[in-house]
């Protein structure tokens, strides 16, 4: 596919948004566990995304960009796992009622389960997320999850991915219920 079409589609939904997601303050971590006891936290350093006036919300998240903190195992999630090739995006999207956002007074937070469409691996979801929406300055908005979204990975087609991640890595057990957290920042153009 044309490399130019690709970054338009990944680009240009967080151009004509009326908020635009912070990338550098913005985060996106999972959690995996190993052998029932082993928990490591990994995350994606590139996201992008915005929210228009009309309230529909998108984030998208650049599957390449995981960072387990080990190449190898970095490697092996992009092309075993997630199938970066096929597969280079996950989003996720939502409708919101943005009048309740804007007209928060500065410092004032509220919490709110906000049902998010989730594209993961070439499937379409469903989860709501509980989260904590705090206004931090006239144009500036900051969206954290309350409690993990937790992340079926066969209902995304993902379990063959963890299996061959198990094998390679001589695991007795790779968890495919996965936490998912994240803290997002936005500011109003």
């Not at 596919?1 to 908020?19: G, H, Q, R, S, Y």
């Not at 999630?77 to 409708?95: E, G």
Request: glycine share 6%; hydrophobic share 45%.
């Amino acid at each position: 596919m044309n490399k130019w079409l690709i970054l338009c589609v990944f680009i240009a939904p967080t151009c004509v948004a009326d908020w635009v997601l912070d990338s550098e303050n913005s985060h996106l971590s999972f959690v995996s566990i190993k052998n029932g006891v082993v928990a490591e936290v990994h995350r994606f350093d590139t996201l992008r995304g915005g929210v228009n006036d009309d309230g529909s919300a998108a984030l998208k998240i650049g599957l390449a960009s995981v960072e387990t903190n080990i190449p190898i195992r970095n490697d092996r999630i992009k092309s075993m796992l997630f199938d970066v090739t096929n597969f280079s995006l996950a989003t996720a999207s939502a409708q919101l009622n943005i009048d309740e956002f804007v007209e928060l007074p500065h410092g004032a937070s509220l919490l709110r389960s906000i049902p998010l469409s989730i594209n993961l691996h070439g499937v379409d979801g469903k989860m709501p997320a509980s989260v904590k929406v705090t206004r931090t300055a006239e144009n500036l908005w900051h969206v954290m999850s309350v409690q993990p979204l937790i992340l079926n990975a066969g209902n995304y087609g993902l379990l063959e991915g963890i299996e061959a991640l198990r094998s390679i890595a001589g695991l007795d057990e790779i968890t495919s219920v996965i936490p998912v957290i994240f803290s997002l920042e936005f500011s109003r153009n």
